[in-house]
């Protein structure tokens, strides 16, 4: 059984871990709670530009000249996949779940004899892809220097893929984030952005008629590389208001668990300095017996 | 009949402007300023970096955009933009902060003549203002 003082030090460092611990609790709740806010400010723009892409593109006259970004190169051999993660860890399976997304897509074009090139947008998410897929990451992107996100960065990461893309370097896009549901549920998210997929169903936008100035495929060509910025901008806002949420559960939990701890090790403590009392006091007792 | 309908100016962070008493708007359009009134065709555009005018009952009001798209429909005109300042409280360093990366992009070799055209836009309406 170990010693009293030993007892006694690893109840003050489970303390101090739990201190730790329920600090780092506030902190995201308080990072949550901004985070939440600008994602939700953030929804109407990234739905406006979708609704006018709608539009414009039921508007669209002759779709073989549709500019290719939506509609495609017209091939499916080499994937792009974006995929964002956190720059700090601790935030429990906020990572390892967009990463256990990513892969599952990944062995999936690898098994059927795809190309595939990997961006990495976060530190975690390279740490963690580069043992198994170093050679397909091309590009890695941190944003651990800007304090908030703000629509810059993403337009950055946004200009690198239309770069490749119309170097012809990818054929399909995809980006892989946490959707922010709630503090506990998060859910990871594939979504294709090149050639873009408007599953939507138009339902009243078949009897507009819309005046374009310039012509349509023209502002779409404008439009469609915002677009990508845009939905990027919105995985980076639903990402973090992810992960404060995400860091804010399990440090919770792990606030929990210490206490649950301290509790376990104080009885310990108490018994086995009961028991020292009890030897102590039988050894004196049968001292004084002898004499 | 009123002449007044409802406007929204949207950028990335958040909905930047809401007004519902707006009776004229002019946007730099990409090929000539637009001014919209009451009624208007719906109509989609693209901007182009320029100085957005507000008319409305309250009176007169002017923004900077750096780009933009705009959807008129139904009497909603919506604008969206990636950076939208103020004209009113604007800051001076940050306009020759946008003006000096505008120049620097114009000075490099490998930009097409639509960029240099914006570019060229861009810095025209900034000297205007500061």
């Known amino acids: 059984m170990a010693s009293l003082d030993d007892l006694k030090k690893r109840i003050s460092s489970v303390k101090s871990t739990q201190k730790i611990t329920k600090a780092m ?101 390279y740490d963690q892809l580069k043992r198994l897929y170093g050679d397909n990451i091309i590009e890695r992107i941190s944003f651990k220097e800007s304090k908030n996100i703000n629509y810059f960065d993403a337009d950055k990461v946004g200009k690198i893929v239309i770069e490749k893309f119309e170097k012809k370097e990818f054929d399909v896009c995809t980006i892989f984030y946490n959707q922010f549901k709630n503090v506990i549920t998060q859910i990871p998210q594939e979504q294709q952005i090149i050639p873009l997929k408007t599953s939507e169903k138009d339902e009243n936008s078949s009897e507009d008629n819309f005046e374009f100035e310039p012509e349509e495929d023209e502002i779409l060509s404008n439009l469609l590389p915002k677009n990508i910025s845009t939905q990027i901008f919105k995985a980076m806002l639903e990402n973090s208001a992810s992960e404060q949420g995400s860091r804010m559960s399990a ?19 108490n018994r086995s300095r009961q028991a020292a009392i009890t030897k102590e006091l039988i050894e004196i007792i049968s001292g004084a017996e002898s004499l | 009949m009123s002449e007044e309908y409802s406007l929204e100016i949207v950028n990335p962070e958040k909905s930047f402007l809401s007004k519902n008493d707006v009776t004229e708007v002019v946007v730099p359009a990409f090929e000539g300023e637009i001014g919209i009134l009451k009624d208007h065709i719906s109509l989609i555009s693209f901007l182009k970096p320029g100085i957005i005018k507000i008319f409305s009952k309250s009176g007169e009001e002017s923004f900077y955009v750096n780009d933009g798209i705009i959807e008129f429909k139904d009497n909603n005109l919506s604008i969206l933009t990636s950076l939208i300042l103020n004209l009113k409280d604007i800051d001076k360093e940050k306009i020759s902060e946008i003006q000096k990366s505008a120049e620097e992009q114009l000075n490099k070799t490998d930009i097409n003549d639509q960029e240099k055209y914006l570019l060229d836009q861009k810095l025209d309406v900034l000297k205007s203002i500061n």
Do not use: W
């Not at chain 1, 006018?52 to 509609?71: E, M, Q, R």
């Not at chain 1, 974006?82 to 690898?110: E, H, P």
């Not at chain 1, 440090?251 to 403590?269: F, P, Q």
């Open chain 1, 251 to 269: 440090m919770d939990n792990a606030t929990r668990n210490a206490g649950e701890m301290v509790d376990k090790l104080t009885i310990e403590y």
């Open chain 1, 25 to 125: 609790k506030m902190v995201a709740a308080a990072k949550l709670r901004r985070a939440q806010e600008s994602a939700e400010k953030g929804r109407p723009y990234s739905d406006k530009m979708n609704n006018i892409i709608l539009n414009l593109s039921n508007g669209i006259s002759d779709i073989d000249n549709a500019p290719k970004l939506l509609s495609g190169t017209g091939e499916d051999k080499v994937h792009l996949c974006v995929v964002m993660t956190s720059d700090r860890g601790l935030c429990g399976g906020f990572n390892t779940n967009i990463i256990k997304k990513a892969k599952l897509y990944f062995q999936k074009i690898l098994d059927e004899g795809k190309t595939l090139k990997i961006i990495t947008v976060g530190t975690k998410g």
